[in-house]
């Protein structure tokens, strides 16, 4: 009988291929200590992938055509090619314009995890979003957002978020004004 592994959420392999992906694009080659490396330097030491998880993002890649390997000395090194680069390009044109490419499963996962209300779950969300805006905001008080400062940028959003939830009205005002059916 084959020994059953417990469930630890979705598999990183995706969003470290991305982010390879992504760095190759900036930076040029990489290989795979330094993607490790990367990546706990972007989390704040959160998340350090063992090679376990890079180099199997990595060949994913390189299976996919979107990267190619060779060596330089006795490393591995990774290049993006052209079909990663138009790859990358499809899901930031997704991503800017709205949309992350795909459907927000983000409903889904509150369920698996047993959330019984989604309301509750989308304010965690935000909530973990917004610690994150903070602290990035924190660490980098002269960063912007364009021509404008970053927190001007993010006051402006909430204000914006602000005046749309204000809008909404309660579910019993909303369902009297309904038009009803004919019938």
Do not use: C
Not at 32 to 40: M, N
């Amino acid at each position: 009988m084959p020994r059953s592994r417990p469930f630890r959420g979705p598999r990183p392999g995706r969003i470290l291929g991305l982010y390879a992906l992504a760095v190759m694009d900036r930076d040029g080659p990489i290989y795979g200590y330094s993607l490790a490396e990367r990546v706990s330097s972007k989390t704040e030491g959160a998340w350090r992938p063992a090679a376990g998880a890079v180099y199997p993002a990595l060949q994913a890649l390189v299976t996919r055509g979107l990267a190619r390997s060779g060596t330089d000395g006795r490393r591995r090194v990774y290049r993006i090619t052209a079909a990663g680069r138009a790859f990358l390009g499809r899901i930031r044109r997704g991503w800017m314009s709205g949309g992350a490419g795909g459907p927000d499963l983000g409903l889904l996962w509150s369920e698996i995890a047993g959330e019984g209300d989604p309301g509750q779950h989308l304010l965690r969300h935000l909530r973990r979003h917004l610690d994150g805006i903070a602290a990035y905001a924190e660490r980098n008080p002269d960063a912007r957002a364009g021509a404008t400062s970053f927190r001007e940028q993010i006051l402006a959003e909430l204000d914006v978020a602000r005046a749309r939830v204000s809008a909404v009205r309660p579910e019993e005002t909303r369902s009297s004004e309904r038009p009803r059916r004919a019938g």
